[in-house]
């Protein structure tokens, strides 16, 4: 039992290493395109990531709305994303949804918030 067990939680530990790993290359391409002024791949590679729940991706999302690359400038959808990688644990987003708040409307910011409300209901998907 305790072999069949220890077995059980290394091949876990395995496939989580890959998964980490496959988002990682994934991540880093994103981040090459970027670089490279290649928004539509970038965007590419950042939104299934960000759909993941990766909240680095989803930040980078958020920047990419708020400078208008590769999208069309958004402040409100900045905010939803850079809101979600906040509350999934990234400390840039916190201090860029801050940040992007100071620019926007009541308004503008209560439709954020709502957009990030669905949108974390909806497990990131079609945000």
């Not at 949804?97 to 009541?106: C, E, F, G, H, P």
């Not at 503008?108 to 918030?113: R, T």
């Not at 974390?120 to 998907?125: A, L, M």
Request: contains cysteine; positive net charge.
């Amino acid at each position: 039992m305790k072999t069949t067990f220890k077995a059980l939680i290394l091949a876990v530990a395995i496939l989580a290493t890959s998964i980490t790993a496959s988002l990682a290359q994934d991540f880093n391409k994103g981040r090459k395109a970027f670089d490279k002024a290649d928004y539509a791949t970038a965007l590419s590679e950042f939104r299934p990531l960000a759909e993941e729940g990766f909240a680095l991706a989803q930040n980078n999302l958020g920047y990419m709305y708020y400078n208008g690359k590769g999208v069309i400038q958004n402040f409100v959808i900045a905010h939803m994303w850079w809101n979600i990688a906040a509350s999934n644990g990234h400390e840039n987003a916190v201090y860029n949804r801050d940040k992007i708040a100071k620019l926007m409307t009541a308004s503008q910011l209560e439709k954020a918030q709502e957009l990030a409300r669905e949108c974390v209901q909806k497990n990131y998907k079609g945000c």
